[in-house]
């Protein structure tokens, strides 16, 4: 059977070619143009995502594949690889037909699971690129002519940004510390910068301006703790002591930092990606204040959110 389509596959290229150059002048350039109405055509390519688990994160890609002739051509090879910013995420192959069906269009499904434990890597890399992924699915199918081999290589690129410090900063909020002799309102701003991102961990640091509105009382801020949550995944916590005195009617600015562990990010990935590729992300604070002889633990200040929002696959 191998031989019949072989020699099928060889007399239709030969028939093909040499009706269409007879009585031709340029025979090289009509055989060359034969060639290429025979050659299968990738008419378009869309991704979707399948089966996501803990470990891993299917993209099932369908290609489109037109076959102009009249018999069947089989698939000797496909390989495709899925690259975020050069990060190689996963490899995939054909789970559809294993040949072009005569005269016809078929589609090809393609399934590359994506490894994520990878995605702290990734995070690393997109951080470092200002918030930026550039997203590759790389591939090519080859189809077996018996006479020859013919490959045909394709790829797909779109772009994930990403804006997360844009909500980790307000102006202007209050906080209330209710005593039983008085009342005090701070109001807080503050602004966030990205400021380090190492291997194992992110660092967000924050600068915080506190204003004291009341006309007698000082206030002292004596410790903050914290905790960070992407879609109620907590990827993050601590604590630190912190001095600062503010004086009635003044401000106090200091500085705290926000610390992500990388290696808790596949979790959140999963939870990103069930949730729409949408992600709210929420930095919890709790201030530690001191005024006079009285001591005030662990007030929730007004926690900072942001959302990340990706199309990873373009689609």
Same mark, same amino acid.
């Given at each position: &059977?191998?031989?019949?389509?072989?020699?099928?596959?060889? &007399?239709?290229?030969?028939?093909?070619?040499?009706?269409?150059?007879?009585?031709?002048?340029?025979?090289?350039?009509?055989?060359?143009?034969?060639?290429?109405?025979?050659?299968?055509?990738?008419?378009?390519?869309?991704?979707?995502?399948?089966?996501?688990?803990?470990?891993?994160?299917?993209?099932?890609?369908?290609?489109?594949?037109?076959?102009?002739?009249?018999?069947?051509?089989?698939?000797?090879?496909?390989?495709?690889?899925?690259?975020?910013?050069?990060?190689?995420?996963?490899?995939?192959?054909?789970?559809?037909?294993?040949?072009?069906?005569?005269?016809?269009?078929?589609?090809?499904?393609?399934?590359?699971?994506?490894?994520? %434990?990878?995605?702290?890597?990734?995070?690393?890399?997109?951080?470092?690129?200002?918030?930026?992924?550039?997203?590759?699915?790389?591939?090519?199918? %080859?189809?077996?002519?018996?006479?020859?081999?013919?490959?045909?290589?394709?790829?797909?690129?779109?772009?994930?940004?990403?804006?997360?410090?844009?909500?980790?900063?307000? /102006?202007?909020?209050?906080?209330?510390?209710?005593?039983?002799?008085?009342?005090?309102?701070?109001?807080?701003?503050?602004?966030?910068?990205?400021?380090?991102?190492?291997?194992?961990?992110?660092?967000?640091?924050?600068?915080?301006?506190?204003?004291?509105?009341? /006309?007698?009382?000082?206030?002292?801020?004596?410790?903050?703790?914290?905790?960070?949550? &992407?879609?109620?995944? /907590?990827?993050?916590?601590?604590?630190?002591?912190?001095?600062?005195?503010?004086?009635?009617?003044?401000?106090?600015?200091?500085?705290?930092?926000?610390?992500?562990?990388?290696? /808790?990010?596949?979790?959140?990935?999963?939870?990103?990606?069930?949730?729409?590729?949408?992600?709210?992300?929420?930095?919890?604070?709790?201030?530690?204040?001191?005024?006079?002889?009285?001591?005030?633990?662990?007030?929730?200040?007004?926690? &900072?959110?942001?959302?990340?929002? %990706?199309?990873?696959?373009?689609?």
């Amino acid at each position: &059977m191998r031989k019949l389509l072989a020699v099928g596959v060889l &007399m239709l290229l030969v028939v093909s070619l040499a009706s269409g150059c007879i009585g031709s002048g340029n025979v090289k350039e009509k055989i060359g143009e034969k060639v290429e109405t025979l050659k299968p055509q990738i008419l378009s390519v869309s991704h979707r995502w399948g089966e996501i688990t803990p470990t891993t994160s299917e993209v099932i890609t369908e290609i489109v594949v037109s076959n102009p002739n009249s018999i069947p051509i089989p698939i000797k090879n496909i390989s495709v690889h899925l690259y975020m910013n050069g990060v190689d995420m996963g490899a995939g192959k054909n789970v559809g037909p294993a040949s072009l069906q005569p005269k016809a269009n078929t589609t090809i499904v393609l399934l590359t699971k994506i490894d994520n %434990t990878k995605i702290p890597k990734w995070w690393v890399s997109h951080l470092r690129n200002g918030e930026k992924t550039d997203v590759l699915l790389k591939g090519s199918i %080859t189809f077996d002519l018996k006479v020859t081999d013919f490959e045909w290589p394709f790829e797909q690129r779109s772009t994930v940004k990403t804006d997360i410090l844009s909500g980790l900063q307000f /102006k202007n909020v209050p906080i209330d510390i209710d005593l039983k002799l008085a009342s005090i309102r701070l109001y807080a701003n503050v602004t966030s910068r990205l400021d380090s991102v190492e291997e194992g961990y992110t660092q967000i640091s924050h600068t915080v301006v506190l204003y004291n509105t009341n /006309k007698l009382l000082p206030v002292a801020v004596s410790g903050i703790a914290y905790e960070v949550y &992407m879609n109620d995944i /907590k990827v993050g916590e601590g604590e630190e002591e912190k001095s600062a005195l503010i004086p009635p009617q003044s401000t106090a600015t200091f500085d705290m930092n926000t610390i992500i562990e990388n290696g /808790k990010l596949d979790n959140w990935w999963v939870s990103h990606l069930k949730n729409g590729e949408k992600t709210k992300v929420v930095v919890q604070y709790y201030f530690v204040f001191r005024i006079g002889d009285l001591e005030v633990v662990r007030i929730p200040f007004n926690s &900072m959110e942001s959302e990340i929002k %990706t199309n990873v696959l373009g689609s």
